[in-house]
């Protein structure tokens, strides 16, 4: 069976043209599981959990477009590619078998590995840059508190008086431990 897996990183970004190659692969659509929206530097993702645990059998077919929409990191190419191969499961990279047995087709699968971390990595400095950027020049002020000032200054009131705990304040003003937490420090207490 073919199985196909997609990916994007943003919301805005469109899945279309990977499906339709995954389609043109002779993967139908029901076999196909996506991410619209995750990054591919972490695993944790639920549509490659489902073509994952769908590619189970020996002879099934996992496709991507490219290794990049697969994983970002070297490390998580290489387990899954292995986790694939120790099932009989075929990885196949676009029109080309990924074979862990062939000296050129590993290289050239550890390359195209280092390559997607690399863009990932340029991609998160790049991010960074811009960021430091717009700070200096006051455009990014941080996330916006959950709860405006006069209830932020309530849960710092109450905090002070030793009474409820974080987890108690948390509950009753529908927040969590972190966002009690944050509210505390920034009152300087």
């Known amino acids: ?51 994952l645990a769908a590619a189970n059998r020996p002879g099934d077919e ?16 290489k387990d899954i590619a292995d986790e694939l191969s120790e099932r009989g499961v075929t990885l196949r990279l676009g029109n080309s078998a990924y074979d862990p047995a ?35 020049r006051g455009r990014l002020k941080g996330k916006k508190p959950k709860l405006p000032p006069n209830q932020e200054k309530r849960l710092v009131e109450l905090h002070a008086t030793g009474e409820h705990s974080i987890t108690e304040l948390a509950e009753d003003f529908g927040v969590s431990r972190a966002t009690v937490h944050r509210a505390v420090e920034r009152a300087g207490r």
């Open 62 to 77: 996992l496709i991507v477009t490219k290794l990049d929409r697969l994983a970002r990191s070297i490390r998580d190419a």
């Open 1 to 51: 069976m073919k199985i196909g897996y997609a990916r994007v990183s943003t919301d805005s970004q469109d899945l279309t043209a990977q499906l339709d190659a995954l389609k043109a692969l002779g993967v139908e659509e029901k076999n196909i599981h996506t991410d619209p929206g995750l990054t591919g530097t972490n695993r944790e993702r639920p549509g490659l959990k489902q073509a």
């Open 102 to 136: 062939d000296p050129m087709g590993k290289m050239m699968f550890d390359i195209l590995a280092v390559f997607a971390e690399f863009e990932a990595n340029l991609i998160s400095q790049r991010t960074k840059e811009g960021m430091a950027v717009a700070k200096a």
